[in-house]
């Protein structure tokens, strides 16, 4: 990691933290995601040689620690105490961002993988009751053998399937890429899609009802965009003195 070749805290705690990459391997971290193919799974486009060098880096500097995994063949990956007080300054950035960065979606930034993994990693399991319910969605403009999700809840677990897990589907969801991703970002609310057709959901009332629970929306997704108000005149449009 480069340095700024100062004393300043600000500055030590900046030569780690502004690595690029460095604030999206704690926030997969700080999700829940363990071993090293869920963490690159939230980092689609950090290479895999990239991740493994960015994790023995945060290792040595405290933040991360390596643990042998219950089959002893491989390895997970866990945040000290030092790394867990990383996470409130990735909140506060993804409120900021949430704040003064809102903006279209881009065509490079409607990636279905980022979208199923924050969903896997974000939702509550535990909004329909600890019975196995089962919920489908379906992301209409989407190739066939990407197009739809099954996350099976149960007892407050959750699993995710790529394929049908066989039993009874209890709730089916249906919209556009770009849609969903509004929905789990907060763009849009979720009733105002659901009224809108913005988001088609299909299933018993109680379980509607719960939808909201379920996706579990957090500080970032419940932050409003700032008003900026009325945008500045250029200074090549200002009135010329006489």
Known sequence: MKGYSQFCPIAKAAEIFCERWTALVIRNLGAGAERFNDIHRGVPHMS???LTRRLRQL??????ERRRSSTGKSWTYHLTEAGTEFLPLVGALGVWGQRWTRRELEEGE????L?????EYSVDPSAFGPKRHVLRLD???QPQHKRY?????????LDLCVSDPGGETDLFLRATLENVIRVYRGDVLLA??????????DGPPK????LRRWFNFDQMARTPPADRGPARPSVLALPQKE
Do not use: H
Request: aromatic residues 10%; negative net charge; hydrophobic residues 55%.
């Open 207 to 210: 379980l509607v009802r719960a």
């Open 139 to 141: 992301v209409s403009d």
């Open 192 to 201: 105002r899609a659901i009224e809108n057709g913005l988001l088609m959901v």
């Open 48 to 50: 895999a040689t990239l």
């Open 59 to 64: 290792e040595a500097e405290g933040l991360v």
């Open 149 to 157: 999700y099954w996350f099976v809840c149960e007892k407050g677990q």
């Open 110 to 113: 409607l990636d279905l993988g």
């Open 115 to 119: 979208l199923i993994w924050g969903l």
